[in-house]
C-alpha cells in the first residue's frame, strides 16, 4: 500500500466571489409572484436579496436572504438564494451561513459542478481561516505545531515534517497522533527490514500513548502482514475492526490476512463488510471470491467475480492512498 503525501492550494476569496458569477443565473432568475415566505419576507423581496449580494452588499443581502430562505418551495430560487447566501457568508465571516447553504446544495443538488466547485474552494478557505486562528492564538500548541509538520509533510518535505514531530515531542511527549505520523514518513522511504523495524516501534509508542487507536493497529498489522506474519496480522487488524466499525481499511487487511492463513470462512464476513463501506473497490470482491471459492461456494465466488469485473470498469481510486483516509484518533 503506498503512502502519498496529498497537498492542495486555496484560491484568494476574490477568485472565490468571481468563480460565483453563476453563469447568469441571478439575473435570469424567473420572477416569482410575491407571496410571504415567513414573516416580513416575500419572494420578491428575497430576489433583492440575491441581487444586492451578486453586487457585494452582503450586509444587507444576508438580512434578507437569512431570513426566507428556508420557506422557499421554488427550488431553482431557493438554489440562487442558498449560492448567494454561501458567498455573502465568506465575505461577512458568518461560517454557519456558509456551511448550512453548502450542507443543503450537496443534499439538494449532488451533481451540479458550481456547488461541487464552491464546496471545495469555500471549505477549503474555511479550514485556512479555522488554521490561521489556530496558530495566532495558540501559536506554541501541540496542535498548531502539527498543524506545521502535517504541511511539511504533505509537501513531501519529510525531513522538516520530522524534526517539527520530534520538537513536539519534546514538549508534549504524550501527544497522540505523533508516533503515528513519524510512523508514516518513515515508511514512505523504500521498505527495508530496518525502516520496517523503525516504523513498528512508533506505531508501538502511538499505542502506548494512545491505546485506542484503529490506525496505529491497522498500520502494524499491514507491517506484520508484509513480514508474512499472518497472525500478528490478524489480531491487530482485528482490533482495529473493533476500534473503528466504521472505518473500512482493516476489514479488508483481516479478510486478505484470514484468506493468506488458509481461514477461508472467517474471511467471508470480514470481507462483506469491506464491499458494504467500500462498494466500489474491486479488491474486496476478488478476496471474497477467494474466501467463497476456498469454502466450497463456488457459485457465490463466480458471482463475486463478476461484481469485480463490474467494479474494475469503474474504478478510480483517486489521487489519495488508502493510507491517506487513516488518521489517527
Not at 452588499?57 to 449560492?83: P, S
Not at 498548531?144 to 509538520?149: G, K, N, V
Not at 476489514?251 to 481461514?263: M, P, R
Request: hydrophobic letters at 40%; proline letters at 5%; one cysteine or more.
Amino acid at each position: 500500500m503506498s503512502h502519498v503525501a496529498k497537498s492542495g492550494r486555496v484560491l484568494g476569496l476574490a477568485v472565490l466571489c468571481l468563480a460565483w458569477g453563476l453563469a447568469g443565473g441571478l439575473s435570469e432568475a424567473q420572477a416569482p409572484t410575491d407571496v410571504p415566505l415567513s414573516k416580513g419576507v416575500s419572494a420578491t423581496s428575497l430576489e433583492r436579496g440575491i441581487d444586492l449580494a451578486s453586487t457585494g452588499h452582503c450586509i444587507e443581502a444576508l438580512a434578507i436572504l437569512k431570513k426566507g430562505t428556508r420557506q422557499i418551495t421554488d427550488k431553482k430560487l431557493r438554489y440562487q438564494a442558498a449560492m448567494a447566501t454561501a458567498q455573502c457568508g465568506m465575505v461577512t465571516d458568518q461560517e454557519d451561513a456558509v456551511v448550512e447553504s453548502l450542507l443543503w446544495l450537496n443534499r439538494e443538488f449532488p451533481s451540479d459542478t458550481k456547488v461541487l466547485y464552491l464546496t471545495t474552494r469555500y471549505y477549503s478557505e474555511l479550514a485556512n481561516r479555522a488554521a490561521q486562528r489556530l496558530l495566532n492564538r495558540a501559536g506554541d500548541s501541540a496542535e498548531a505545531q502539527e498543524l506545521l509538520a502535517e504541511s511539511y509533510q504533505a509537501r513531501g518535505e519529510y525531513e522538516n515534517a520530522t524534526a517539527k514531530y520530534k520538537k513536539i515531542l519534546e514538549q508534549y511527549p504524550n501527544q497522540p497522533g505523533v508516533h503515528y505520523q513519524l510512523g508514516r514518513i518513515i515508511l514512505a522511504k523504500p521498505m527495508t527490514p530496518e525502516t520496517a523495524e523503525e516504523a513498528r516501534k512508533e506505531f508501538g509508542e502511538e499505542l502506548r500513548v494512545n491505546p485506542d487507536s484503529p490506525a496505529a493497529e491497522f498500520m502494524l498489522g499491514d507491517l506484520a502482514w508484509r513480514q508474512q506474519s499472518a497472525e500478528e496480522a490478524i489480531k491487530h487488524f482485528t482490533r482495529a475492526t473493533q476500534l473503528d466499525v466504521g472505518l473500512a481499511q482493516p476489514y479488508l487487511g483481516l479478510g486478505i490476512a484470514l484468506n493468506g492463513a488458509g481461514k477461508f470462512p472467517e474471511a467471508i464476513s470480514s470481507l462483506r463488510k469491506y464491499v458494504e463501506l467500500e462498494p466500489a473497490d474491486p479488491a474486496g470482491y476478488y478476496q471474497l471470491a477467494i474466501a467463497y471459492a476456498r469454502s466450497g461456494n463456488k457459485q457465490e465466488a463466480e458471482r463475486q467475480r463478476n461484481l469485480q469485473l463490474e467494479a474494475e470498469k469503474k474504478w478510480n481510486p483517486g489521487p489519495a492512498s488508502t493510507m491517506d483516509l487513516l488518521q489517527p484518533h
